[in-house]
C-alpha cells in the first residue's frame, strides 16, 4: 500500500532536500553576500588600521611600557592621551576607554575596547535587551548598549566640547570592537541628536568606525545614519552576525552553561541551529550602522 501511494519515494526526496540544506549550510561563507560588493577604495579603509592600533592600547597598563603591542607599535603618543577609564572608574556600566587627541591627524578620538566574557558586568550589558525595548529618534535600538553610550556621553560630552573648541577644525572620532564597537554606534547616534552639548559641531565631522559590532540599531536608524556610522566585519565573525532575535538563545546557553543542566543545553543549541537557518545574515560593509534583522547598505 506505501508503494502504491508513492510514500518512500516521497520520504526520499525528503531526506534529500535535508541533506541539500544541511550541505549549503555547512559550505556557506561571509564570501557569498559580499561577492558582488564594489570593493573599498584606499581612502575608505584608510583609518581603519589606525582606529584598530587605538583600541588594541586600552589593553595597555602603560602606554610607554606596552606589553601587548603589534609589530609596528602602537603609533601613539602617551602624552596625547587626554582621559583614560578602566573597569574600577566606569563602575561595570561600559567596557575600559580612552580619549586621544591625535594631532597627527587633527582628530579627537575615543575609543572603547570590547567584550570580557570574564566580566559579569559586560555579560549583562549585552544581554539587556528585548526586541521593542529601546525606542529612539523613530526606531529601536539596543537597551544595554543605549544605555551604556549615554553614560559615556554624560561623562565626557564635556572633555570633548573642550578639545573641540581648543582645536577648532578637528574631527570627532568614536571607534570600538565588539561590545565597544555597539557602544559607539549608539555613541555616534546621541552626539548627533545633541551637537549642542558639544559645541554645535557638524555633523560631517563626527564619524564612527565599529569593528565587528553586535546588532544593535533597526534598520530604518541603519539607513539613517549610515553617511556617519562605519561598521567593519571580518568574513564570518560570530558576533555581527547573530540575529538580535537570538538573544534568548544565548541567554539560555549561558543559563545552561552555569547551572549544569546538560539535556536543557543540547535543547538550546538544537533550537540554535533551527532559528540561525531562518535568519538572514549580514555582511561586511562600509558606510553602513549594523541592522537588525537585515544589513542595508
Request: charge should be neutral; include cysteine; glycine fraction near 8%.
Amino acid at each position: 500500500m506505501s508503494i502504491s501511494c508513492c510514500l518512500p519515494i516521497v520520504e526520499c526526496m525528503y531526506c534529500l532536500a535535508c541533506a541539500r540544506w544541511a550541505w549549503k549550510r555547512c559550505r556557506y561563507s561571509a564570501g557569498h553576500e559580499s561577492r558582488n560588493w564594489g570593493v573599498a577604495d584606499v581612502e575608505q579603509f584608510r583609518n581603519v588600521p589606525r582606529l584598530c592600533r587605538y583600541i588594541l592600547s586600552v589593553y595597555e597598563d602603560d602606554l610607554r611600557n606596552p606589553v601587548w603591542a603589534p609589530p609596528d607599535g602602537y603609533q601613539m603618543n602617551p602624552d596625547w592621551v587626554v582621559s583614560r577609564k578602566d573597569y574600577d572608574d566606569t563602575g561595570g556600566q561600559v567596557t575600559p576607554y580612552i580619549i586621544y587627541l591625535d594631532h597627527d591627524n587633527a582628530d579627537v578620538v575615543l575609543v572603547i575596547r570590547g567584550l570580557t566574557m570574564g566580566r559579569e558586568s559586560d555579560r549583562a550589558i549585552l544581554l539587556d535587551n528585548k526586541l521593542g525595548m529601546a525606542p529612539f529618534d523613530g526606531g529601536y535600538v539596543h537597551n544595554g548598549l543605549l544605555k551604556a553610550a549615554i553614560w559615556v556621553f554624560d561623562s565626557e560630552r564635556e572633555l570633548l566640547r573642550d578639545l573641540l573648541e581648543k582645536n577648532p577644525g578637528y574631527t570627532l572620532t568614536f571607534a570600538g570592537h565588539s561590545l565597544g564597537a555597539g557602544v559607539v554606534a549608539l555613541l555616534t547616534l546621541v552626539a548627533l541628536q545633541h551637537r549642542d552639548l558639544l559645541g554645535n559641531i557638524d555633523r560631517k565631522q563626527i564619524r564612527c568606525y565599529a569593528m565587528a559590532p553586535p546588532r544593535c540599531v533597526s534598520l530604518n536608524l541603519a539607513v539613517r545614519y549610515a553617511d556617519v556610522v562605519n561598521s567593519v566585519v571580518l568574513q564570518d565573525d560570530f558576533l555581527p552576525r547573530t540575529t538580535a532575535t537570538l538573544e534568548a538563545v544565548f541567554k539560555s546557553l549561558i543559563w545552561s552553561l552555569f547551572c549544569g543542566n546538560m539535556y536543557n543545553l543540547g535543547g538550546v543549541l538544537i533550537w540554535f541551529v533551527v532559528m540561525s537557518g531562518s535568519q538572514n545574515r549580514i555582511s561586511i560593509g562600509q558606510g553602513t550602522c549594523f541592522a537588525a534583522p537585515t544589513l542595508f547598505r
